[in-house]
C-alpha cells in the first residue's frame, strides 16, 4: 500500500493567498524531498529534509519535517501564478528508495 | 551539460506487444529508477537500480523488467502490455552516498496500449 500520504488533492487559490500541503507517513521516514512538476512537464527536485524538526526555506516556500520525522508539509506564502503546478512528496525509509505522494495540484487565479 | 533523456516520448502499441522505453543520462549516477505516473497515485517505482548488474524490483514490477549492463542506460521492457499499463512513464537517476541525494526526471514517455 501507499506508504507516503499527500493532502490535499487539489487546492485553488487567488493570487496572493498562502498554500500549505501536508505529507503523513506511517513509518518513520529517515529522510524527506519535495518536488514540483509544472503541467506536461516532470519532477524538478525542490529540497531534501533529513532532521527531526527540520525547516527550509527558499524564498517565499517553507518546509517543514515534523518531529517524528513522520510528517513534513510545504507551504508558499503570497502565491504566484509561476507557482502553478504539482508539488509532490517523496519520503524513504532507509535513506535508498522513495515513495511519493499522492500529490497536491495548486492552481493560482490571477 | 549532463542531462537525462527518454525515448520514444510517445508511443501508440497494441495490447500483448512487447514494448522498451530507452533511459540514458550522461550525469554518471549510479542510481536509476523507473517510475509510472497516474491520476491519483503520484509515482510509483517499478524497478530501480544502484549499479551496472544490479535490478530490484518496486511497488509494482508485475509485467516490467529492466537489465543494467552500463552505466548510462536503463531500458524498461513490458513484457507483454496490457491496457492497465497505459500511463506516464519517467526515469530518474541520482547519484550514490550515503544519503540518497536529488533525483534528476527524464521528460516522460507517454505510452498508450489499444
Known amino acids: 500500500g501507499q506508504q507516503v500520504m499527500q493532502i490535499p488533492q487539489y487546492q485553488h487559490v487567488q493570487e496572493g493567498e498562502d498554500f500549505t500541503t501536508y505529507c503523513n507517513s506511517s513509518?518513520?521516514?529517515?529522510?524527506i524531498q519535495w518536488y514540483k512538476q509544472r503541467p506536461g512537464g516532470h519532477p524538478v527536485f525542490l529540497i531534501q529534509?533529513?532532521?527531526?524538526?527540520e525547516v527550509k526555506k527558499q524564498k517565499r516556500l517553507t518546509f517543514q519535517f515534523g518531529e517524528a520525522k513522520k510528517n513534513s508539509s510545504l507551504h508558499i506564502t503570497a502565491t504566484q501564478t509561476t507557482d502553478v503546478g504539482t508539488y509532490f512528496c517523496a519520503g524513504s525509509l532507509n535513506f535508498n528508495k522513495f515513495y511519493f505522494g499522492s500529490g497536491t495540484k495548486l492552481n493560482v487565479k490571477p | 551539460d549532463a542531462e537525462i533523456t527518454q525515448s520514444p516520448r510517445h508511443k501508440i502499441t497494441e495490447t500483448g506487444r512487447q514494448v522498451t522505453l530507452a533511459c540514458h543520462q550522461t550525469?554518471?549516477?549510479?542510481?536509476m529508477f523507473w517510475y509510472r505516473q497516474d491520476l491519483g497515485h503520484g509515482l510509483r517505482l517499478i524497478h530501480y537500480s544502484y549499479g551496472v548488474q544490479d535490478t530490484n524490483k518496486g511497488e509494482v514490477s508485475d509485467g516490467y523488467s529492466v537489465s543494467r549492463s552500463n552505466t548510462e542506460d536503463l531500458p524498461l521492457t513490458l513484457e507483454s502490455a496490457a491496457s492497465s499499463q497505459t500511463s506516464v512513464y519517467f526515469c530518474?537517476?541520482?547519484?550514490?552516498?550515503?544519503?540518497?541525494?536529488?533525483?534528476?526526471f527524464g521528460p516522460g514517455t507517454r505510452l498508450l496500449v489499444l
Open positions: 529534509l533529513v532532521k527531526s524538526g
Open positions: 550525469w554518471n549516477h549510479n542510481n
Open positions: 530518474a537517476s541520482s547519484d550514490s552516498g550515503v544519503q540518497q541525494e536529488t533525483q534528476y
Open positions: 513509518t518513520t521516514l529517515s529522510n
